[in-house]
């Protein structure tokens, strides 16, 4: 695989602090050195599948939504949308919104476009959904718009805490 990426071991650790400090309790330590860096920003998932040379669908998004004013993160893989309506009827809750920027800082302690599935600042219901298991690898964000890690989706899902569910829009 060629990519304009460099290596973490090359320039210690790339990762958010916070993410590095999540991958060192979790017991994670030699991820360490395959996140890697890229000099643009992979905020998007097309930006991050591009630099990396992956599918799209091999990305996974970390995204919070409201959940009756609760946050909660939702996994989904790059080339999908989330179906608010069908997150609200997992979790059983009257209204599912977007997070604001704001609320996804203070949630996660990220900004959003490097969210990573966890490390967060607070602890929240995370939703997975099911396509990410499509891939024996998948490609996160490592806490900034500029690195991400590869993982087995299912190992992913199990440090984030997620449950498993079909919350992806389909297409008519």
Same mark, same amino acid.
């Given at each position: 695989?060629?990519?304009?990426?460099?290596?973490?071991k090359?320039?210690?650790?790339?990762?958010?602090? @916070?993410?590095?400090? $999540?991958?060192?309790?979790?017991?994670?330590?030699?991820?360490?050195?395959?996140?890697? @860096?890229?000099?643009?920003?992979? #905020?998007?998932?097309?930006?991050?599948?591009? $630099?990396?040379?992956?599918?799209?669908?091999?990305?996974?998004?970390?995204?919070?939504?409201?959940?009756?004013?609760?946050?909660?993160?939702?996994?989904?893989?790059?080339?999908?949308?989330?179906?608010?309506?069908?997150? #609200?009827?997992?979790?059983?809750?009257?209204?599912?919104? #977007?997070?604001? $920027?704001?609320?996804?800082?203070?949630?996660?302690?990220?900004?959003?476009?490097?969210?990573?599935?966890?490390?967060?600042?607070? @602890?929240?219901?995370?939703?997975a959904?099911?396509?990410?298991?499509?891939?024996? !690898? !998948?490609?996160?964000?490592?806490?900034?718009?500029?690195?991400?890690?590869?993982?087995?989706?299912?190992?992913?899902?199990?440090?984030?805490?997620?449950?498993?569910?079909?919350? @992806?829009? #389909?297409?008519s």
């Open positions: 695989m060629t990519t304009a990426a460099t290596d973490a090359d320039e210690g650790c790339a990762a958010h602090p @916070r993410f590095a400090e $999540a991958l060192h309790e979790l017991g994670l330590d030699d991820l360490t050195a395959r996140i890697r @860096r890229f000099p643009d920003a992979t #905020r998007t998932a097309a930006e991050a599948a591009a $630099a990396i040379g992956c599918e799209l669908s091999q990305i996974c998004k970390s995204l919070i939504f409201a959940a009756d004013g609760e946050p909660v993160l939702v996994l989904m893989d790059g080339a999908s949308r989330v179906d608010v309506e069908l997150v #609200r009827e997992e979790l059983g809750v009257q209204q599912v919104t #977007r997070a604001k $920027a704001d609320v996804v800082r203070e949630t996660t302690g990220y900004a959003i476009g490097g969210v990573p599935p966890f490390g967060h600042r607070t @602890r929240t219901r995370v939703l959904d099911r396509s990410l298991l499509e891939h024996d !690898v !998948v490609w996160a964000a490592a806490g900034t718009p500029h690195t991400v890690f590869p993982m087995a989706p299912e190992a992913l899902v199990a440090h984030a805490g997620g449950t498993l569910v079909d919350v @992806r829009e #389909r297409t």
